[in-house]
């Protein structure tokens, strides 16, 4: 028999009300299906996409290589050797390096490595004698044992261990050995945040709960999202490949969103206890509200994802599903796996108090300042308004892009010694260098000889943004050329040597040939994409916008308020965007992360950030004037409503948002710069949201707005009813 105070009147509440009276059910189910998870993550490998991303010529330039040129053939790395004091022709120095070289050798995946001894050639050896430049060339077809890389980063290694004592300094740097380092830093780091999160986490719940068992709860919750969300992936990876850092984004928005969802239900929870409701009457109630609130705020967040998914880029649709499967499963369980482990615990949520944690946290600070903002509420939102602007400034600055050369790379790598000693004393492009693609029906013939000696003859003349020897391959079909042009490693300069080379350069080498020539690599890639990304922005910001636009006006039954929180939260996404731009672009603070300034922020971070932190945005943004709707559908009095819905939520606001600073900031210390970047502006936005937005933007412009936070056109009355049902126990 379900009691009147029981009553569901939301969808969220009759959900949640079927799982308690059913929590057995519901807790077998999820263990099931947590089992099903772990079983997919165990037995099915997750396939990678195998593209880097390609938009545009440079897609169509790698596309021609796919197809033209063996697949997986040969790849070449950098082996640097130096020495402060003597020179590379000295005998001792040409010992070491030829020992260098026989280790190498013995490697079966080794084809060939260069050597100056043996057939002495220019750009291998530096201006002062005292740094050696080795091409390795591996063959990626024959089978080994383990990564390709490991035998050949332990080779050198070794050597580097053996010879440092006599003042050599060896490393060997490129695509295939530098990713796999990075990669195995990355893994390691990942258990790291995963454990310092988690560490994290229980502390704050601690000290929101005051209790172990309450604590825990929302770590459980994250930490079954996840598991499920890695299995959910690993299945639909079989029908759609997901890029490689799709298992970041679950991680981190698994662990941000889990705990935060399930601490506002479970505060709401033992308030309406504590109002004397019984069990199941107070889980009704916390998802008639508090639970409410979660799923408009989870949907938002899914329907800024769902935005990237416009873009029908590969890289951007796999980030959002992995973020998306996250954050669904967590609404799922918000309001089915939390009423049932609610309904079997009931007051014993409060076991394991630790009452001495009273003492340590204190109380009424947030309705002191609110009562200071309310009093001036003019003033505070003139200042605040100023600081998010000037924050925001150096985002027009921006400069988009994908890092590269040593600063790209954290100290912890050692690929980093080889490009410092190849930016120094050669160029960081014989690591990566462009890629020109010159098709015909045969290449071979004097015309297109022709055109290629002239076209490198070109190339020879401008020396501070090509660097030679130029290597032109044919294919074995004879019917496409490879030139590989080694670029300046300065970022302007090689873009604009890419622009040189795709508009005046080769048209002038090929245009009467009736060849082809397409220019790809990293550089090209990085040009496409920044356009494709230019041209897609519009529409995933419009698409985010209107959408949460439509969402808030029909749950808050007001124009006012989804125009206004549209705008604070631009400000802050904006402001966050200017803190990237100064510490990563031009490097204010960056040595306390442990890294280099790169110059640019990752090409595909804007607007993933974007959608990202627009939808946690709101989860604060729509908690909160879910309390001050309660309130004002009570009294009718806004400035008391907007006092009563931050009072009760400032508690749990910040909590949520220490939880999600605390997660990003862990990513933040990470040895990747993609993680860094990641981290610091998710941690900034959040912080800067869950502070001056919701603690004084918020509060003063409703304050100066009055009654009209809640006008309502009478042409959109049509509008259905969200009830703001079950008010407060305080707010009455």
Same mark, same amino acid.
């Given at each position: 028999?379900?009691?009147?105070?029981?009553?569901?009147?939301?969808?969220?509440?009759?959900?949640?009300?079927?799982?308690?009276?059913?929590?057995?059910?519901?807790?077998?189910?999820?263990?099931?299906?947590?089992?099903?998870?772990?079983?997919?993550?165990?037995?099915?490998?997750?396939?990678?996409?195998?593209?880097?991303?390609?938009?545009?010529?440079?897609?169509?330039?790698?596309?021609?290589? +796919? +197809?033209?040129?063996?697949?997986?053939?040969?790849?070449?790395?950098?082996?640097?050797?130096?020495?402060?004091?003597?020179?590379?022709?000295?005998?001792?120095?040409?010992?070491?390096?030829?020992?260098?070289?026989?280790?190498?050798?013995?490697?079966?995946?080794?084809?060939?490595?260069?050597?100056?001894?043996?057939?002495?050639?220019?750009?291998?050896?530096?201006?002062?004698?005292?740094?050696?430049?080795?091409?390795?060339?591996?063959?990626?077809?024959?089978?080994?044992?383990?990564?390709?890389?490991?035998?050949?980063?332990?080779?050198?290694?070794? +050597?580097?261990?053996?010879?440092?004592?006599?003042?050599?300094?060896?490393?060997?740097?490129?695509?295939?050995?530098? #990713?796999?380092?990075?990669?195995?830093?990355?893994?390691?780091?990942?258990?790291?945040?995963?454990?310092?999160?988690?560490?994290?986490?229980?502390?704050?719940?601690?000290?929101?709960?005051?209790?172990?068992?309450?604590?825990?709860?929302p770590l459980a919750l994250a930490v079954g999202a996840i598991t499920i969300a890695n299995g959910l992936a690993a299945v639909i990876s079989q029908s759609?490949?997901? #890029?490689?850092?799709?298992?970041?984004?679950?991680?981190?928005?698994?662990?941000?969103?889990?705990?935060?969802?399930?601490?506002?239900?479970?505060?709401?929870?033992?308030?309406?206890?504590?109002?004397?409701?019984?069990?199941?009457?107070?889980?009704?109630?916390?998802?008639?509200?508090?639970?409410?609130?979660?799923?408009?705020?989870? &949907?938002?967040?899914?329907?800024?994802?769902?935005?990237?998914?416009?873009?029908?880029?590969?890289?951007?649709?796999?980030?959002?599903?992995?973020?998306?499967?996250?954050?669904?499963?967590?609404?799922?369980?918000?309001? /089915?796996?939390?009423?049932?482990?609610?309904?079997?615990?009931?007051?014993?949520? #409060?076991?394991?108090?630790?009452?001495?944690?009273?003492?340590?946290?204190?109380?009424?600070?947030?309705?002191? &300042?609110?009562?200071?903002? *309310?009093?001036?509420?003019?003033?505070?939102?003139?200042?605040?308004?100023?600081?998010? %602007?000037?924050?925001?400034?150096?985002?027009?600055?921006?400069?988009?892009?994908?890092?590269?050369?040593?600063?790209?790379?954290?100290?912890?790598?050692?690929?980093?010694?080889?490009?410092?000693?190849?930016?120094?004393?050669?160029?960081?492009?014989?690591?990566?260098?462009?890629?020109?693609?010159?098709?015909?029906?045969?290449?071979? /013939?004097?015309?297109?000889?022709?055109?290629?000696?002239?076209?490198?003859?070109?190339?020879? /003349?401008?020396?501070?943004?090509?660097?030679?020897?130029?290597?032109?391959?044919? #294919?074995?079909?004879?019917?496409?050329?490879?030139?590989?042009?080694?670029?300046?490693?300065?970022?302007?300069?090689?873009?604009?040597?890419?622009?040189?080379?795709?508009?005046?350069?080769?048209?002038?080498?090929?245009?009467?040939? =009736?060849?082809? +020539?397409?220019?790809?690599?990293?550089?090209?890639?990085?040009?496409?994409?920044?356009?494709?990304?230019?041209?897609?922005?519009?529409?995933?910001?419009?698409?985010?916008?209107?959408?949460?636009?439509?969402?808030?006006?029909?749950?808050?039954?007001?124009?006012?308020?989804?125009?206004?929180?549209i705008i604070l939260n631009m400000l802050s996404v904006a402001a966050a965007y200017g803190v990237l731009v100064m510490v990563f672009q031009w490097g204010? =603070?960056?040595?306390?992360?442990?890294?280099?300034?790169? =110059?640019? %922020?990752?090409?595909?971070?804007?607007?993933?950030?974007?959608? %990202?932190?627009?939808?946690?945005?709101?989860?604060?943004?729509?908690?909160?004037?879910?309390?001050?709707?309660?309130?004002?559908?009570?009294?009718?009095?806004?400035?008391?409503?907007?006092?009563?819905?931050?009072?009760?939520?400032?508690?749990?606001?910040?909590?949520?948002?220490?939880? *999600?600073?605390?997660?990003?900031?862990?990513?933040?210390?990470?040895?990747?710069?993609?993680?860094?970047?990641?981290?610091?502006?998710?941690?900034?936005?959040?912080?800067?949201?869950?502070?001056?937005?919701?603690?004084?933007?918020?509060?003063?412009?409703?304050?100066?707005?009055?009654?009209?936070?809640?006008?309502?056109?009478?042409?959109?009355?049509?509008?259905?009813?969200?009830?703001?049902?079950?008010?407060?126990?305080?707010?009455?």
């Open positions: 028999m379900i009691s009147q105070n029981e009553a569901a009147t939301t969808t969220t509440a009759r959900v949640a009300r079927w799982s308690a009276h059913h929590r057995w059910i519901v807790l077998i189910v999820t263990f099931l299906v947590l089992a099903a998870s772990v079983f997919a993550s165990a037995t099915l490998e997750v396939v990678l996409q195998d593209t880097e991303g390609d938009i545009g010529e440079s897609a169509d330039a790698h596309a021609v290589l +796919a +197809a033209k040129f063996p697949r997986g053939g040969e790849s070449g790395e950098q082996l640097l050797i130096s020495h402060t004091e003597l020179s590379v022709m000295d005998s001792g120095y040409q010992a070491v390096a030829e020992q260098v070289f026989e280790d190498l050798l013995a490697l079966p995946q080794i084809k060939s490595v260069s050597s100056v001894y043996e057939t002495p050639a220019p750009g291998h050896v530096s201006a002062d004698g005292h740094v050696l430049r080795t091409d390795v060339v591996i063959d990626r077809q024959v089978p080994v044992d383990g990564h390709r890389a490991d035998a050949i980063i332990a080779a050198v290694a070794g +050597a580097r261990e053996a010879n440092s004592d006599a003042g050599y300094s060896i490393a060997i740097v490129g695509n295939l050995t530098t #990713n796999r380092e990075v990669n195995e830093i990355t893994n390691e780091d990942f258990g790291q945040i995963m454990i310092v999160s988690l560490g994290l986490g229980l502390i704050i719940m601690l000290l929101a709960f005051r209790a172990v068992i309450a604590a825990l709860i759609y490949a997901l #890029n490689d850092q799709y298992s970041e984004m679950i991680l981190l928005l698994g662990l941000a969103v889990g705990i935060d969802y399930s601490l506002f239900i479970v505060s709401r929870y033992h308030k309406e206890r504590e109002a004397g409701k019984d069990k199941y009457a107070a889980i009704v109630a916390a998802n008639n509200t508090t639970g409410r609130a979660v799923f408009f705020a989870g &949907v938002t967040v899914l329907v800024s994802l769902a935005g990237l998914t416009l873009t029908n880029h590969p890289i951007f649709v796999s980030l959002a599903m992995g973020a998306m499967l996250v954050v669904f499963v967590t609404i799922i369980g918000s309001v /089915t796996f939390l009423p049932a482990v609610l309904a079997v615990i009931g007051d014993g949520v #409060n076991r394991l108090r630790m009452p001495f944690l009273d003492r340590l946290v204190g109380n009424g600070i947030w309705g002191a &300042v609110t009562d200071r903002v *309310m009093a001036r509420p003019a003033i505070f939102a003139s200042v605040a308004l100023v600081g998010l %602007i000037a924050l925001a400034i150096p985002a027009f600055a921006i400069h988009l892009g994908f890092p590269t050369g040593s600063k790209s790379l954290h100290n912890a790598v050692t690929a980093k010694t080889a490009l410092v000693l190849l930016e120094q004393h050669f160029t960081a492009g014989f690591t990566d260098p462009t890629l020109v693609v010159v098709s015909a029906d045969d290449v071979t /013939t004097p015309a297109v000889q022709d055109a290629v000696a002239g076209f490198i003859a070109r190339l020879e /003349t401008e020396s501070d943004r090509y660097f030679g020897p130029f290597e032109a391959t044919p #294919n074995p079909a004879g019917d496409t050329l490879l030139i590989r042009v080694p670029m300046s490693g300065d970022l302007k300069l090689a873009a604009a040597g890419v622009e040189a080379l795709r508009e005046e350069i080769l048209p002038v080498a090929f245009g009467s040939t =009736g060849a082809r +020539a397409l220019v790809g690599g990293s550089t090209a890639s990085t040009l496409d994409f920044k356009a494709f990304v230019y041209s897609k922005a519009p529409i995933v910001f419009a698409f985010v916008l209107g959408v949460a636009f439509l969402l808030l006006l029909w749950m808050f039954r007001s124009i006012v308020i989804p125009i206004k929180s204010w =603070g960056i040595s306390l992360l442990d890294s280099e300034s790169s =110059g640019v %922020i990752l090409a595909w971070l804007p607007l993933f950030l974007f959608t %990202i932190l627009f939808g946690l945005s709101m989860d604060y943004h729509m908690l909160l004037l879910n309390r001050v709707k309660e309130a004002y559908d009570l009294t009718g009095k806004n400035d008391e409503s907007v006092a009563i819905g931050i009072r009760l939520t400032a508690g749990q606001i910040t909590s949520a948002a220490a939880i *999600m600073v605390g997660v990003f900031s862990a990513f933040a210390l990470a040895r990747d710069v993609r993680l860094q970047q990641f981290g610091v502006g998710l941690g900034v936005s959040v912080l800067i949201d869950a502070t001056v937005i919701r603690s004084v933007l918020l509060p003063a412009t409703m304050k100066l707005l009055g009654d009209w936070n809640w006008y309502l056109p009478s042409w959109l009355e049509w509008l259905p009813r969200v009830s703001m049902a079950e008010p407060e126990p305080e707010a009455q």
